[in-house]
C-alpha cells in the first residue's frame, strides 16, 4: 500500500483491516494498532465494507442502550415500588401515633375537603381561606417532615385583582416567602364574593412518596370516621 511509510505501519494496517472486518470501532482499532483514529479513518475510508460495519455498530449501540435504559427504567420502577410499600407500611404505625393529635386530624379532615384526592403524584390544598393553608402548612412540616422552603404557592385571581397585593398579602398570611409562588392564573369574570377578596391559593406539595402516605392516612381515618 503506498503512503504507509515504514514497515510496521504496513502490518499496523493490515491488522486494522482484518479488526474492522471483525466489527471492531474505529477507537479500537487504533488502540490495538497503535495509531491514531485520524489514522484508522483514513485508512479505512476506501473500503465499502466498513461503512457497512459502521451502520452495523450504530444499530447495534442503539439496540444496546434500549435494552441498558430498558433495565434502568425496570430497576428504578421496582426500587419506587419497594418505597411506596414501605412509605405506605410505615404510614399505619404512624396513624396510630398520630390519630388523637388534633392538628394531625385537622390537616387530614381539610385535605379531604378542600384537597385533591386525584392526583397520585402531587399534594395540592385549594381554598380562598387563609387561615386553612396556614394549618395545613403546620400539618405538612410536622407530620410529613416538609420544609417550609419546599413548599410552592399560586393564586387564581379574576381580571379585577391586583396580583402584587394579593401575593403579598398570602405570603404574610401564612408565612411563605413570594418567591416560593409558581405563576399566577386569572379566570375571567368578576367574583362578588367576599371570600375571594384576595383570590383562591393553591398549595403545593409535589411527592409521589408523601402523597402515597397522606393517601394511606385517609383512608385509615376515613374506616374510623364511618364507624
Known sequence: MSGLGQPYKKEAYEQAISLRKRGFS????????GVSVGTVSAWLAPFTFSKEIT???KRRAAE????RLAAINKARTTERKK??????RLAKIEYQNYRLNPLFTAGLML?????DLSSQRLIRLSSSREELHAVFIRFLKQYLGVEKRSIRFWLLLYPGHDEVACMQHWAKEIGVSVSQFYKNQYIQGRSK????????????????????KLDQ???????????
Open 64 to 67: 444496546s442502550n434500549t435494552k
Open 83 to 88: 418505597q411506596y410499600a414501605e412509605a405506605e
Open 111 to 115: 385535605y379531604v375537603a378542600e384537597g
Open 217 to 227: 392516612w385517609i383512608k385509615l381515618a376515613r374506616k374510623e370516621w364511618n364507624k
Open 26 to 33: 474505529y477507537s479500537e482499532i487504533a488502540k490495538l494498532c
Open 55 to 57: 451502520k452495523q455498530n
Open 193 to 212: 364574593k367576599r371570600t375571594l377578596h384576595f383570590g383562591v391559593g393553591n398549595t403545593i406539595i409535589g411527592s409521589t412518596l408523601l402523597k402515597k
